[in-house]
């Protein structure tokens, strides 16, 4: 089992010491892999619900560091950590220079970037930078994958699609990685994972949130179900990666079993979750360990390092 914690992207820790900090504490603990979230821009206005929040707001108000850009400087400051984004919002960008910026990390990385990806859900956030059309987000993404795993395989290379066109070509460097970096698909309805089976090396949900609970008992249908696409598309399920995204809510106490969501209770109690959903299949597991202050950030990481990561096994 690989563990993995998120970079703050808003809020009084996403500032050069405190990434810089979070990211260099959990390298020297352990720790596989580091995830950021994507937000460009927050219009005032917003009718769209948050999926992952029951009061359906986003809790950030526009404070959000550019996901690309700070994958790129904490490369630069780490030796060994690899990065997801979590997820990376296809249709935010245009996918030629995505894949140019994705190739360029991974090669000054020396190849440990991981491509998760999503279709997005702020509406205005869409309009506010032209992106295509939202209510087509999907078949977009599908096609900027596509042009991505194009433009990191081939050279030259053309791609006339239904929403985007170009080439012969050339795009060099291409990525360290290969084929290519790994993609691995956000999302746990149908379209999504339909969206695993035909174009993603992984799955990537996220769960443990009163909307998405994905309880091992809900998530055994959903394995059954994508097992079950993926052999459709001639491509093979035990290849795939899963990796879930949990919240983690840890207290002083053991709690019951009627009162707790996955990863919350006694550390005891989540080290035993983490066993429970790599029985499941998940072999990599990524959680958020931001607090008020840096210092209780950095303790709450080497607490879960020290009492949950050597028990998870």
């Known amino acids: ?45 917003v009718r769209s619900k948050y999926p992952y929040d029951a009061s359906g707001k986003h809790p950030s108000h526009g404070d959000a560091l550019e996901q690309l850009s700070l994958m790129a400087f904490v490369a630069g400051k780490t030796e060994r950590l690899r990065f997801v984004t979590s997820v ?11 894949a140019k910026m ?41 096609e900027w994958i596509e042009i991505l795993k194009k433009l990191w395989t081939e050279s030259p290379v053309a791609h006339a699609g239904r929403h985007y066109r170009f080439g012969p070509l050339r795009a060099e460097p291409k990525p360290v990685q290969r084929p290519h970096p790994p993609i691995w698909i956000g999302g746990h309805s149908r379209a999504a994972l339909r969206r695993v089976a035909r174009h993603g090396d992984g799955w990537h949900p996220i769960g443990t949130v009163a909307t998405a609970p994905l309880r091992p008992q809900e998530l055994g249908p959903l394995l059954g179900e994508l097992e079950r696409l ?61 607090r008020p202050t840096l210092a209780e950030t950095l303790e709450r990481m080497e607490r879960f390092a020290r009492e949950v990561m050597p028990h998870a096994q």
Do not use: C
């Not at 990211?23 to 950021?36: D, I, Y």
């Not at 993926?230 to 079993?257: I, M, N, Q, Y």
């Open 88 to 98: 990376m919002i296809l249709p935010h960008r245009n996918p030629v220079l995505t």
């Open 1 to 45: 089992m690989q563990f993995g914690f998120t970079l703050p992207v808003r809020g009084p820790l996403a500032t050069h010491d405190g990434i810089v900090a979070i990211a260099q504490n959990g390298e020297r603990l352990g720790f596989g892999f580091a995830t950021m979230a994507d937000h460009i821009v927050f219009p005032t206005e």
């Open 102 to 142: 994705l190739a360029t990390i991974d090669v000054m990385s020396r190849g440990r970037v991981t491509v998760g990806v999503g279709v997005g859900w702020l509406a205005e956030e869409f309009q506010a930078l032209g992106a295509p059309d939202f209510a087509r987000r999907g078949e977009v993404s599908d």
């Open 230 to 290: 993926t052999a459709a598309e001639g491509r093979d399920f035990a290849k795939l990666t899963l990796s879930f995204v949990a919240r983690l809510r840890e207290s002083d106490r053991p709690l019951t079993e009627s009162e707790r969501m996955p990863f919350s209770g006694s550390l005891t109690q989540i080290a035993e979750d983490v066993r429970t959903y790599r029985k499941l299949g998940f072999s990599m597991i990524s959680t958020d360990f931001t």
